[in-house]
């Protein structure tokens, strides 16, 4: 049975504009990026694991979901296989400075994401 948290959760997802739920998948990944820092310096690696698979499942869903047509996704699709390949190679070395190196970059991007997503005007229903 789904609690009321947990219905409002989903709701907010599938109302969600795109930009909004970019946001949120960036927002996820970012959430388990510390998650697995956290877990690492507390040497508890089957959580470390579990918390980079799902930041390495969000951009490969981004990765997946590019409008190849559009040049930007070019680029976007080698820093998002770059983000993944170093979440790959943090989680065989049990290495947080790897996260150090990742994780501004993630912000980064969706901060931008953020900042281009309040200028797009989306259609009054």
């Known amino acids: 049975m789904i609690n009321a948290y947990q219905q409002y959760q989903q709701n907010s997802i599938l109302l969600a504009s795109p930009q909004k739920l970019l946001i949120m998948l960036y927002d996820g990944a970012i959430r388990f990026i510390k998650a697995a820092r956290k877990a690492m310096e507390e ?5 470390a694991n579990y ?16 409008d190849m047509d559009i040049d ?3 680029n976007l699709r080698s820093l998002y296989n770059f983000i993944n390949d170093k979440l790959i190679q943090s989680n065989i070395k049990k290495s947080v400075e ?6 501004p ?3 980064d991007l969706r901060n931008t994401w953020y900042e ?4 797009v005007k989306v259609p009054q229903q």
């Not at 040497?43 to 959580?47: R, T």
């Not at 918390?51 to 590019?66: G, K, P």
Request: a negative charge; hydrophobic letters at 40%.
């Open 43 to 47: 040497k508890d690696f089957e959580q």
């Open 51 to 66: 918390n980079l698979v799902r930041a390495q499942d969000i951009f490969s869903e981004l990765n997946c979901n590019l």
């Open 72 to 74: 930007i996704s070019k």
């Open 98 to 103: 790897i996260l150090d190196e990742i994780e």
């Open 105 to 107: 970059m993630v912000e």
């Open 116 to 119: 281009a997503s309040k200028k």
